[in-house]
């Protein structure tokens, strides 16, 4: 990614999605084992000491967790947890911390923000806490945004505006994202460009126009055969996706999706396939793209 690039990461629940956001910032479970590279800014990621990964989380690399009641300290308050970053990566004191925590409350858009500082999180909506959580993740003006699928508790009408909040904050502050969700109108109307995930591999990836105009992987187009559209007749089933994503231990020595797909043959059984090139900047893992795409 560059710097202010908006990058997309796709797929359906158990691909791989936020194990993958859980790497790049360092927040692995206990035995889990990293191999290749994670670079941020050129500095390796993947072997930098705990403390060195202390100063970059939360200062120039932020993240929206996927659940907010989860993220949040039911502990402390709202100011303290936002004041918190603020106090340990800025040097601010307390009382600056606070202004600081109430500006940011009040730049998502926080209903009735000063009253706000010094509640508890079960005291606040799902969407009031997703807005704390966000405030959280820019208190110290990160240079990357990790947004995990941040919409997920939340109703229609909180989704878009949450959607809509985060946009206008990446746009004023020039800094990268990385959004995580599973909805493909979320992705057309918010990043330039997308990843599609499967089984811990990205099977398509390019600008985001370009891969909707040409879903070249076999997933890709199933995912977008399942969604809901409006004016389909009353009865009418949606189409689905056979089969179970694989576990990420015990992955199939070829393509991951072939157990699950109509037009897997022999070769795609026998090993990884290298990503091969659909048009410029939009590549895809499938040797059976073309009959795909026709």
């Known amino acids: 990614m ?39 800014d050129g500095v390796e990621l993947t072997t930098l000491p705990e403390a060195q990964l202390c100063q970059l989380r939360g200062n120039r690399i932020g993240m929206v967790f996927q659940e907010p009641m989860t993220a949040l300290n039911p502990l402390h308050t709202v100011g303290h947890q936002i004041g918190e970053s603020l106090r340990l990566h800025k040097g601010l004191s307390r009382a600056a911390a606070r202004a600081e925590a109430l500006r940011l409350l009040e730049r998502v858009q926080l209903p009735q923000a000063a009253q706000r500082l010094d509640a508890y999180p079960h005291q606040l909506s799902g969407g009031q806490r997703q807005r704390v959580v966000i405030a959280i993740a820019l208190a110290c003006g990160p240079d990357l945004l990790i947004a995990d699928e941040p919409t997920t508790a939340l109703d229609v009408t909180l989704q878009r505006e949450v959607l809509a909040l985060i946009a206008e904050l990446v746009r004023e502050d020039g800094m990268g994202l990385l959004l995580i969700s599973h909805d493909l109108g979320v992705m057309a109307d918010t990043v330039q460009r997308m990843l599609v995930m499967y089984g811990g591999t990205v099977v398509e990836s390019g600008p985001t126009a ?40 015990d992955m199939p020595a ?41």
């Open 2 to 40: 560059a710097r202010g690039d908006t990058v997309g990461l796709i797929g359906e629940s158990g691909c791989g999605k936020s194990i993958t956001a859980l790497a790049l910032m360092g927040l692995l479970p206990e035995g889990a084992q990293v191999a290749g590279s994670i670079r941020f």
């Open 210 to 249: 370009e891969v909707f105009r040409r879903l070249a992987h076999p997933y890709s187009r199933g995912l977008f055969a399942a969604r809901p559209r409006l004016g389909l007749a009353r009865g009418t089933r949606l189409a689905t996706i056979a089969g179970r994503v694989p576990e990420l231990a």
């Open 254 to 294: 070829g393509c991951p999706f072939a157990p699950r797909c109509g037009l897997a043959i022999d070769e795609c059984r026998r090993a990884p396939v290298p990503p091969l090139v659909v048009t410029p900047g939009h590549e895809v893992r499938c040797l059976r793209w073309e009959a795909a795409a026709a």
